[in-house]
Nanobody, 124 residues
Framework: QVQLVESGGGLVQAGGSLRLSCASSGRTFSSYAMGWFRQAPGKEREFVAAITRSGGSTYYADSVKGRFTISRDNAKNTVYLQMNSLKPEDTAVYYC?????????????????WGQGTQVTVSS
C-alpha cells in the first residue's frame, strides 16, 4: 500500500510560482512512475505531468509545457511539481499519482494510487 500526501498549494497571483510536493509512505516509491493531475470545478480530471521511476524521462501536457517541471527524489520518497508563470486557468485541485506511464502517448495511463489533492488558485 502506498499513501501519497500533497502539500504546497495556495493562492498566487498570475505570473507567480508555486512548488507542490508529494510525499510517499512505504518502501516502493521507486517502483512507480509518478505523476500530477488536476481537476478544475466542473471539469474532468486531466493529466499534467509524469516522471519515470528513475527520473530519467518526463512528460507534460501541452498546456503546461515550458512552465511546469516535474522532478523526484527517490531517497526522500518525494515528487515535486514546480509551477512557474501561473495563469488563472491553472486554478484546480492538484493530485499526486503513482502508476504507469504510456510512453508512446506521453501520459500516465494507469494510476494505482492517488493523493488527497491540494488546491491551487491563481488570481488575475
Amino acid at each position: 500500500q502506498v499513501q501519497l500526501v500533497e502539500s504546497g498549494g495556495g493562492l498566487v497571483q498570475a505570473g507567480g510560482s508555486l512548488r507542490l510536493s508529494c510525499a510517499s509512505s512505504g518502501r516502493t516509491f521507486s517502483s512507480y512512475a509518478m505523476g500530477w493531475f488536476r481537476q478544475a470545478p466542473g471539469k474532468e480530471r486531466e493529466f499534467v505531468a509524469a516522471i519515470t521511476r528513475s527520473g530519467g524521462s518526463t512528460y507534460y501536457a501541452d498546456s503546461v509545457k515550458g512552465r511546469f517541471t516535474i522532478s523526484r527524489d527517490n531517497a526522500k520518497n518525494t515528487v515535486y511539481l514546480q509551477m512557474n508563470s501561473l495563469k488563472p486557468e491553472d486554478t484546480a485541485v492538484y493530485y499526486c499519482a503513482a502508476g504507469t506511464i504510456a510512453q508512446a502517448m506521453g501520459v500516465m495511463a494507469l494510476v494505482n494510487y492517488w493523493g488527497q489533492g491540494t488546491q491551487v488558485t491563481v488570481s488575475s
